[in-house]
């Protein structure tokens, strides 16, 4: 009866957030499995077409060349994000005073309007041509990204920078270990289910990149910045293949979740 | 407990329902800027609104929307079943939403009363027999210099041919300004960018009967090269490639270039308020084989899934009737749908616009036409960086467009 009443308890704290993920992420997800096996068109006609839009995407030159941008996206951002958020992290956890300052001032990229941020940084980077130029238009939209989402995986490792015993520390400068020693075989094992969360969290982002591109290059130059994401939304809302956006955002989320137990497996292999 | 989760159920259905769209027996139209200045726009539709409901005692809903996302919003109003009853489109869109059967025809409702529609108009709203759009008003672009600009560079003469026009860019470009503003984005309409250059070098962007893309034409090379040329002497803004137009923060109206192929007249009055009267010229379009220019009617079309067609009928009579017309064109500065109809000449810069009129073509009317431009535009840019030819860039966009339509 007890136990009724404690796994009852869970559901009703549950039961917002799962009505709320059923009806804008569950249910969605479904209708869009439905509609990637139609040819709906916005008129509201449709006829079941089976697997043909999910073979389409595969001899769409467009939707693999989109593949490939979003990894090399993915191969930039991540990495950066990570290193950014960690050495501001440990940055702070280091700082003796103004720590809160510094902790909001470094967060506050996190909260600004993308819309203004991507105003702001296309002025910064004209002079140098950067989202002109196809070889560097990648690198600066993830200078971009990092810049505006390094808070959170700042806040995020600070919080298990914090949780590392300090007496430990202690101990271990007495006897001799270094800054880097430190760092390099206390501070990071400590680290692993946080930098575990961040790198998740960050791939699946840098995997959806959207609003940023839509802001800063609409996918060009020359389809240099084209993501996954992008084609997606170009496919159901320039071109109205609502079928093949479907198609294609399903891909995405497959592709999501392949990579994210990937991850998952490598973290647990090397604990 | 109980009351924990009865707030909790209550809040949800609040939620939930709070996303429904509204369901009444009124007529809604889709709006859009016709109108800048947003205090005249609101007057005029509240008094349209009200108009209509005087005489025919149906609801009118008039929704004002941004120019911004307006296909992207539209399609994704339509697929999800909440799109409005009436909606302004313009001609090139109409082939495409026919295709999707998004459309009712509205032949019955174009009637013009005592004045008779400008026939290329109805031409261009008309799909296999059928009109799917009646004529509200009449836009056309045209060029538009800072004389100013030109002076400074010793040029008195502006240029109206695009030799002429070729000729002055390096001597602007000596003083750092780009002789023509380009906007190549690839979300940009090209209908005000490359197209109106591609038909002044006698091409088009279809074969006579849709079969075939013909851009990659001598004409669409040469209309290329002409932008690729300009560029590579400083004759196009340094982001050409990539810029955007912007309606508040326009080059021509910033002092960053000296003209604009195709500016439309709300573009060309902010910059006789930014610049004067006396530094601002409204030209004729320019010439290269052909003169011609970029201009369209803006039409009404009624929805397939209008909720109540012959109400929204009744609407689209009232809307099209000569009194709310003309007030509109008053209101707008656009030009009158009707041939028999002086145009509201009023100042230079009408009197510009109105000169360029009859050169006015309504793009390339075809139910992959604004596929066709995605398509395009990518290859445009990679000409204007310089890692493709134009040869190349055009037979690269022309292959994928082909295949395009092949397929369908």
Request: glycine share 8%; charged share 15%.
């Amino acid at each position: 009866m007890r136990r009724l009443r404690e796994l009852l308890t869970v559901l009703a704290f549950l039961l917002p957030v799962l009505v709320l993920f059923g009806a804008f992420r569950f249910l969605p997800m479904l209708g869009a499995a439905g509609l990637s096996v139609t040819d709906y068109r916005p008129g509201g006609d449709f006829e079941f077409v089976g697997a043909e839009n999910y073979a389409g995407l595969f001899e769409d030159q467009y939707f693999l060349a989109s593949l490939r941008t979003t990894l090399t996206y993915v191969a930039i951002y991540v990495p950066l994000i990570l290193v950014v958020a960690l050495g501001t992290a440990l940055l702070l956890h280091s700082v003796p005073w103004g720590r809160g300052f510094f902790r909001a001032a470094l967060f506050a990229p996190y909260v600004t309007s993308l819309v203004l941020s991507g105003v702001i940084w296309k002025w910064l980077f004209e002079p140098a041509g950067l989202l002109q130029d196809p070889s560097t238009v990648l690198p600066a939209l993830a200078i971009v990204g990092v810049w505006k989402g390094f808070g959170y995986a700042m806040l995020i490792l600070l919080a298990g920078i914090r949780n590392v015993p300090a007496d430990c520390l202690e101990a271990a400068t007495v006897d001799g270990a270094n800054v880097w020693q430190r760092f390099r075989h206390m501070l990071l094992p400590s680290l692993r289910p946080a930098m575990f969360f961040v790198v998740v969290v960050e791939t699946i982002g840098a995997f959806q990149v959207f609003d940023l591109i839509y802001v800063m290059t609409t996918g060009g130059p020359v389809r240099a910045s084209y993501t996954l994401a992008y084609a997606v939304y170009q496919y159901g809302f320039t071109y109205f293949e609502v079928g093949k956006a479907a198609a294609a955002g399903l891909a995405l989320w497959a592709i999501v979740l392949l990579v994210s137990l990937t991850q998952r497996r490598a973290f647990e292999r090397n604990p | 407990m109980r009351r924990t989760a009865a707030f909790v159920a209550v809040a949800l259905a609040a939620t939930l329902t709070g996303c429904g769209s509204q369901s009444d027996d009124a007529v809604t139209l889709w709006m859009y800027p016709v109108i800048a200045d947003q205090t005249q726009s609101r007057a005029y539709w509240q008094k349209v609104e009200a108009g209509f409901e005087a005489e025919h005692g149906v609801r009118l809903r008039v929704e004002l929307q941004p120019w911004k996302g307006r296909e992207q919003k539209l399609g994704a109003a339509l697929m999800a079943g909440n799109g409005p009853d009436v909606v302004l489109l313009q001609p090139d869109l109409i082939p495409q939403y026919v295709e999707e059967k998004a459309l009712l025809p509205v032949s019955e409702v174009l009637t013009g009363g005592e004045h008779t529609y400008r026939p290329s108009a109805v031409d261009a709203l008309t799909v296999q027999g059928e009109v799917y759009g009646l004529p509200l008003y009449q836009t056309v672009t045209t060029t538009v210099y800072n004389r100013k600009l030109f002076a400074e560079a010793g040029i008195t003469d502006l240029p109206d041919t695009w030799d002429e026009v070729k000729a002055a860019a390096p001597k602007l470009a000596a003083h750092g300004i780009p002789i023509l503003d380009y906007a190549g984005s690839t979300e940009e309409t090209l209908n005000m960018t490359f197209y109106p250059l591609l038909w002044q070098a006698g091409g088009t962007v279809f074969n006579s009967d849709g079969t075939k893309s013909a851009f990659s034409s001598p004409q669409g090379v040469e209309a290329l090269r002409f932008l690729v040329d300009l560029k590579a002497m400083g004759g196009l803004p340094r982001d050409a490639a990539t810029k955007r137009s912007e309606l508040v923060d326009d080059a021509v109206v910033g002092g960053r270039a000296a003209m604009a192929h195709a500016m439309v007249s709300s573009t060309a009055r902010n910059v006789v308020n930014t610049i004067g009267a006396a530094n601002t010229v409204v030209g004729a379009p320019l010439r290269g084989r052909k003169q011609v220019t970029f201009g369209q009617p803006g039409a009404l079309s009624l929805l397939r899934k209008a909720k109540n067609p012959e109400a929204a009928k009744k609407f689209l009579s009232y809307m099209t009737s000569p009194k709310v017309v003309e007030e509109l064109s008053v209101q707008s500065g656009y030009f009158l749908p009707w041939t028999d109809a002086s145009p509201p000449v009023v100042d230079e810069v009408d009197k510009g616009f109105a000169q360029a009129l009859p050169t006015a073509r309504a793009g390339d009317a075809h139910p992959q036409a604004r596929k066709a431009m995605a398509l395009l535009a990518p290859h445009l840019q990679a000409a204007l960086l310089g890692t493709r030819t134009p040869e190349q860039a055009l037979a690269d966009a022309a292959g994928e467009v082909d295949a395009l339509l092949q397929k369908r």
